[in-house]
């Protein structure tokens, strides 16, 4: 296994609401790059985070946020959900600031909005 | 903005014979990244191979090869000797120079035959 690791497994929330999601980087990673995945469709790239700044976004609006912690740990906040947010929400972690190298992905938050 | 295209939702491959899989993508850099990354059903994505534009050289993973035609702006995924274990989704992405982009194909889902 990579090492990376994600909660929660399942959320299930409601539209308007807003979910924080987690991301622990392997040990040595202080990168983390955040991927949206709708059902059948491959990822899409939200942001990446390289210590502790946001260092590339994708076409996402502003209500999706992220933070990363001195331990490289990572959240990525969404306000406002809408009912397309629903997805499989992959983090990946990284050396070097740079996901042009190997990136190790988690298995995901499975993100149900009704 | 980059674009990634695969162009076979589905492929199948005997077990022991070898099948490709294609990917082009557009650009204007003439430095970039592209990878395979392996899906398998409910587990992590996994890197498979990674190329650097500026390498004119293939490159090569055990039984995995890339035909990598920068002007064609293609790069396809060989895999040889296909073995049961190599059934899942494949997804071909696209790593800007910088490192703070990235995007996915839609993903091939390969089934291999026993």
């Known amino acids: 296994e990579t090492g990376v690791t994600q909660s929660p497994t399942h959320l299930i929330k409601t539209r308007g609401q807003q979910v924080t999601l987690r991301c622990s980087s392997q040990s040595g990673h202080n990168t983390v790059s955040w991927y949206q995945q709708a059902l059948g469709q491959g990822p899409q790239f939200i942001f990446q985070?390289?210590?502790?700044?946001?260092?590339g976004r994708g076409n996402f609006p502003p209500r999706f946020s992220g933070l990363q912690f001195p331990n490289y740990s990572s959240e990525l906040n969404v306000n406002a959900l809408e009912l397309d947010d629903s997805a499989l929400y992959l983090c990946?972690?990284?050396?070097?600031?740079?996901?042009?190298?190997?990136?190790?992905f988690g298995p995901g938050t499975r993100l149900t909005v009704t | 903005a980059q674009t990634v295209t695969q162009s076979q939702p589905e492929m199948s491959v005997q077990e022991a014979e070898t099948v490709t899989l294609s990917c082009t993508y557009d650009?204007?850099?003439?430095?970039?990244?592209l990878f395979w990354y392996k899906q398998p059903p409910s587990r992590q994505m996994i890197l498979v191979i990674r190329q650097e534009a500026y390498k004119q050289q293939n490159a090569t993973e055990n039984r995995f090869s890339v035909n990598f035609q920068k002007a064609a702006k293609s790069f396809s995924l060989k895999i040889s000797d296909s073995q049961l274990g190599d059934a899942a989704m494949y997804f071909c992405?696209?790593?800007?120079?910088?490192?703070?982009?990235?995007?996915f194909g839609t993903g091939t889902s390969l089934t291999v035959i026993p």
């Open positions: 990946a972690s990284s050396r070097g600031g740079g996901i042009r190298y190997e990136q190790y």
């Open positions: 992405a696209y790593c800007s120079n910088t490192g703070n982009q990235f995007y």
């Open positions: 650009t204007s850099e003439s430095d970039y990244y």
């Open positions: 985070y390289y210590r502790e700044e946001e260092n």
